[in-house]
């Protein structure tokens, strides 16, 4: 028989692996102060997240980057009640926190800092438009409206209730209604970039 060492991931604690983290915490006005935050508290910094906006801004030319995901602003993210930050793991639709198990074989995501990506969007020439949640977006560009006149098309009951409820997992606070949806421009002229868009508020 063969002997299989089976090796396990464990987590070490140790001084930060870049100063880009402290600069992240900067761009987002973040103070990790320990007389504010508890001494176990641990999250998410997502420094490819900046990158990935960096080559966006750098290959648009004028238009709109639109960018829908789970998360929060920061004041949010990094609220020191959210101690244990948003990371999450799911092994078989079945979700845990721990990333080191299964390794390779399950799904681990976070939700995204949307005050980092405005504020570095900013830095690489992308001017904020807007951020505001999915349901709401959705609700202001008329999905309520769709919905309703679902009843007047002519389709059996079951294909109605079942376009209605996929419809309806799009606004829902408990589901994609939560998104938060961030919309940032390039290249248009003033009289564009004022143009307001529907379901967003401008400040």
Not at 139 to 150: E, F, K, S
Request: hydrophobic fraction near 35%; proline fraction near 5%.
């Amino acid at each position: 028989s063969l002997d299989i060492e089976i090796l396990e991931f464990i987590e070490v604690i140790g001084e930060p692996s870049t100063p880009k983290l402290e600069e992240y915490l900067q761009l987002v006005g973040i103070d990790l102060s320990p007389n504010v935050y508890p001494e176990d508290y641990r999250s998410e910094i997502n420094l490819a997240a900046l990158d990935w906006l960096s080559i966006v801004a750098n290959c648009l030319q004028r238009g709109y980057v639109l960018t829908i995901d789970y998360g929060y602003p920061a004041t949010r993210y990094y609220h020191p009640r959210r101690s244990q930050g948003t990371l999450q793991c799911y092994y078989q639709h079945r979700y845990h926190d721990n990333p080191y198990i299964k390794v390779g074989e399950q799904d681990i995501t976070t939700h995204v800092d949307f005050t980092a990506l405005e504020n570095w969007g900013k830095k690489c020439g992308l001017n904020p438009v807007g951020w505001t949640q999915q349901g709401l977006f959705l609700m202001a560009l008329g999905l309520g409206d769709r919905i309703a006149a679902l009843s007047y098309q002519q389709q059996s009951v079951a294909q109605l209730l079942k376009r209605r409820e996929a419809l309806h997992q799009l606004i829902s606070p408990e589901g994609l209604g939560n998104f938060g949806v961030l919309v940032q421009s390039k290249g248009l002229t003033n009289t564009q970039s004022q143009l307001p868009l529907q379901g967003f508020i401008t400040g």
